[in-house]
C-alpha cells in the first residue's frame, strides 16, 4: 500500500516519541511550579492529563502509558507531601490510583482514535490507487476500443452479440456501417433479414432457424442487397454462450469480403483466359516443374559453388542428373503435334527426351545466374526421331516469388532456317560469281604478277646452264642461282594459291583472325593494280586490336573490292595525288572499326541512299554487285557498313564495324 508523504509526520521514531513523552510531563511539572509559585494556585492534575494525551496522540500507547507513569512520579515528588520525596502516603493513593486509570483510559482512547484515523488514512489512501488504477484501465480500454474500431473499419469486420432469449443484438460501429443502418437504431433479426439478398433469404432463415433450435455455431457466406441496388458479399462466422442465468447469447464477427469475391472472380477469370491462351496458342507452349531442380541447385550455392560452368566441366555426370530433374507437367496441343505425341501424357515427363545436353546447360545457366528469360535458337528430337530447328523461349516469371515454375515456348523454325541456309549458299554463289568477275578484271595484274617470277626463273636457269657449261663450273653461284629459281617459284605458287582461293567456291569459314593481317593479304593481292595507277596506300594497322570472329576469304572480297572502287574512281577524275588510307581502330571495346579513306572525287550526294543497292553501279561496265555483296558479308559477320564523303584527303570514305573477340 502506498504511503501518503503528508502522514510521515505522524510516525517518528521510537525514541523520540518518548523523549516528547519526558518533555510533555517536563513541561506539565514546570507550568504547576510557576501557576504555584506566582499565581500560589493549587498544582493540577489537569496539565499531566494534557501531556499524557499529547503524548498518546504523538507516540501511541508506549509513550502514553510511559507519560501517565512519569506523571504519577512527577505529581507524587514535586507536589505531594513530603515534597521532593517518593514515598506515596496512604491518604494520596485514592486520588493518584483514579488519575492512573484516568491517565490510562485516555492513552487508550487516544490509541484508539489514532489506530481509528490511521485506518482511515489507508483506506482513503487505497481508494484513491484503486480510482487511479481504474483511470488507467479505462483510459486503456478506450485505447483498446478505439484500436478495435480502427482495426475492424480497415478489416471490414464487424462483431455482434445476439441474446437469443430476448431477441436483443447489439453491433459494433463497423456492423451498422456494414449493413449502412443508423448507429442509433437497435439492431434486429428484421434489419438483417431486409438486408437479405432475395436469393440467400432461405439460406440466412435457415441458419437462424438451426442456431436458435439446436444452438449450433455458424460460419456462412450469403450476399446483402443494398438500398441502391448494390450488391455486398458477407462471411458471418459466431458461436454460442451461455451465461449465468442460463440464456443462450452468440458471439460473432461479420466480414464484409466484397473485395476479396471480386478479387477472386478477376482470378478466375485470368486463370480461364490463361489456360484458353495456353491450350490453343499456335505456338507449342510446355510448363515446366522445376521443383527438384531449384532444390538441386540450392544444394550446390550451399556447397559453394558460384560458377556452374566449370563445375558441370569438372563433374559432367551432374548435368545429367539436373536434366532429368526438370520436369514437363503440362503441354498445349501444339506442343504435343509439334513433339510427335498422340496425348498429353506422352509429352510429360523429364525435358531430357527433347533437349540435347548443350541446349539443356545454355537455358540452366541463364537460370544459374538469375535471368527471367532465355532464347535461342537450337535443335530438338521428337518422340517420333525427327530433328527440327526451333526457336526456344523459356520465361520464369515467378523466378523470386514462385521459382518452381517455368514456361517454355517452342516455334518450328525449320523452314525458316532452310530458307536462310538456303539463302546464304546464294549470297556465297552472288560473292564466288562478284569474285570471279573481280578476278576476270584483274586479270591483267594477275598475269603480271605471274609473269614477273617466271620470268626470274627463266633467267636464272638460263645463267644456271652457262655456269654448268664452263669447264670449271662455279657450283656456289650455280647454288645461289637455283635457290633463288626455287624462291620465285614459290613466289608464284603463292600468288596462284591466292588466286585459286578467290576463285574456289566454298561454304564460309568461321575463324579467329586478324583485320590488320586480311588487309596486308588483300593490299598484296593488288600490289601490281596499286603500283600501275599510280595509287599511294597507307595502312595504320592497330597492334592492340583483338580479333574477329569471320571467314577470311569473304573479309579478303570486302577489302579487295573497296580498294578496287577507290582506284577506279580516282583513276577516273584523272588526278595525279591518288592516296588511299586504311585504319583499324577501336570504337569502343567490343566492335573494331575499320575505315578506308580516298582522295577521289567522292560520292554524289543523290547516289549515297542506293549505294548498297543491288544492280547499282555508277560505272559503265559496273554490274551493281560488289558493294551489295559487301555489305551481305559485313552484316553476317554481325557488323555494318557506311559510305559518305567526309574523308580528310577530299574524295570518299567507307567504314565498316565488326564485333570483338576478347580473349
Not at 184 to 199: G, K, S
Amino acid at each position: 500500500m502506498r504511503e501518503l508523504t503528508r502522514l510521515n509526520w505522524f510516525k517518528p521514531s521510537p525514541g523520540l516519541s518518548y523523549v516528547i513523552a519526558l518533555l510533555g510531563v517536563s513541561a506539565a511539572v514546570i507550568a504547576n511550579l510557576l501557576l504555584e509559585t506566582y499565581l500560589e494556585a493549587f498544582p493540577t492534575l489537569f496539565l499531566f492529563l494534557c501531556a499524557i494525551i499529547f503524548a498518546a496522540w504523538f507516540g501511541g500507547v508506549g509513550p502514553g502509558v510511559a507519560a501517565t507513569a512519569l506523571s504519577i512520579l512527577a505529581f507524587d515528588y514535586f507536589f505531594l507531601a513530603p515534597i521532593h520525596s517518593v514515598n506515596l502516603m496512604l491518604k494520596n493513593i485514592p486520588r493518584i490510583a483514579l488519575f492512573g486509570m484516568a491517565g490510562l483510559f485516555v492513552v487508550g482512547l487516544m490509541a484508539a482514535q489514532r489506530n481509528t484515523a490511521e485506518s482511515l488514512r489507508r483506506s482513503r489512501a487505497d481508494l484513491e490507487d484503486k480510482v487511479r488504477e481504474l483511470e488507467k484501465l479505462n483510459a486503456a480500454l478506450k485505447i483498446s476500443e478505439t484500436y478495435l474500431a480502427e482495426a475492424q473499419r480497415l478489416s471490414h469486420t464487424g462483431s455482434f452479440g445476439w441474446n437469443v432469449s430476448s431477441g436483443e443484438i447489439l453491433w459494433s460501429e463497423e456492423s451498422y456501417r456494414i449493413f449502412e443502418y443508423d448507429p442509433a437504431t437497435r439492431a434486429t433479426i428484421e434489419m438483417v433479414l431486409n438486408r437479405a439478398h432475395p436469393d440467400d433469404m432461405a439460406l440466412v432463415r435457415q441458419v437462424i432457424k438451426r442456431a436458435t433450435t439446436h444452438k449450433e455455431a455458424f460460419d456462412f457466406e450469403h450476399r446483402l442487397l443494398m438500398p441502391d441496388g448494390s450488391v455486398k458479399h458477407l462471411n458471418v462466422v459466431a458461436h454460442a454462450v451461455t451465461d449465468k442465468s442460463a440464456e443462450l447469447q452468440f458471439v460473432g464477427a461479420v466480414m464484409d469480403i466484397t473485395a476479396r469475391k471480386k478479387s477472386e472472380e478477376a482470378l478466375r477469370i485470368s486463370e480461364q483466359r490463361y489456360r484458353h491462351l495456353f491450350q490453343h496458342m499456335p505456338i507449342a507452349l510446355l510448363q515446366l516443374n522445376a521443383s527438384k531442380l531449384v532444390e538441386l541447385l540450392n544444394g550446390l550455392r550451399a556447397e559453394g559453388v558460384t560458377e556452374l560452368g566449370p563445375y558441370i566441366d569438372r563433374y559432367p555426370d551432374v548435368l545429367q542428373q539436373l536434366m532429368n530433374a526438370d520436369r514437363i507437367e503440362e503441354v498445349n496441343e501444339r506442343a504435343i503435334e509439334m513433339l510427335g505425341g498422340r496425348n498429353a501424357s506422352e509429352i510429360l515427363g523429364s525435358l531430357a527426351r527433347y533437349y540435347s545436353p548443350d541446349a539443356f546447360r545454355r537455358g540452366l545457366e541463364s537460370r544459374w545466374r538469375g535471368e527471367p528469360m532465355h532464347q535461342e535458337e537450337t535443335k530438338i528430337t521428337t518422340l517420333d526421331g525427327r530433328i527440327i530447328d526451333v526457336l526456344k523461349t523459356a520465361t520464369r516469371p515467378g523466378l523470386i516469388t514462385d521459382p518452381d515454375i517455368s514456361l517454355v515456348g517452342l516455334i518450328d523454325i525449320t523452314e525458316r532456317v532452310q530458307a536462310r541456309d538456303m539463302l546464304q549458299r546464294v549470297q556465297a554463289d552472288f560473292a564466288h560469281a562478284a569474285r570471279m568477275s573481280m578476278l576476270g578484271e584483274l586479270t591483267a595484274s594477275i598475269a603480271h604478277e605471274v609473269n614477273q617470277p617466271l620470268a626470274a626463273i627463266a633467267t636464272n636457269g638460263e645463267v644456271s646452264l652457262r655456269l654448268l657449261g664452263r669447264s670449271e663450273p662455279d657450283l656456289a653461284e650455280v647454288r645461289e642461282m637455283t635457290q633463288c629459281v626455287i624462291n620465285d617459284a614459290r613466289r608464284a605458287a603463292d600468288i596462284i594459291v591466292r588466286v585459286r582461293t578467290m576463285a574456289t567456291r566454298q561454304a564460309p569459314e568461321q575463324t579467329l583472325l586478324s583485320v590488320d593481317e586480311v588487309i596486308r593479304e588483300a593490299l598484296l593481292f593488288l600490289r601490281h593494280e596499286v603500283q600501275s595507277h599510280g595509287l599511294a596506300v597507307t595502312h595504320h594497322s592497330n597492334p592492340a586490336a583483338p580479333k574477329v570472329l569471320g571467314d577470311r576469304t569473304q573479309l579478303q572480297q570486302v577489302f579487295v573490292n573497296l580498294t578496287v572502287n577507290a582506284i577506279q574512281a580516282m583513276a577516273q577524275m584523272g588526278t595525279t595525288r591518288r592516296t588511299l588510307v586504311i585504319r583499324t581502330t577501336l570504337s569502343d571495346p567490343d566492335t573494331l572499326c575499320c575505315t578506308l579513306e580516298d582522295s577521289g572525287p567522292g560520292i554524289e550526294p543523290k547516289h549515297l541512299d542506293r549505294l548498297f543497292d543491288s544492280f547499282f553501279t555508277t560505272r559503265e561496265a559496273g554490274m551493281g554487285l560488289g558493294l551489295r555483296i559487301s555489305r551481305s558479308i559485313i552484316e553476317a559477320h554481325g557488323g555494318g557498313i557506311r559510305a559518305d564523303n567526309e574523308s580528310a584527303y577530299g574524295g570518299a570514305r567507307f567504314s565498316f564495324t565488326l564485333p570483338a573477340k576478347q580473349h
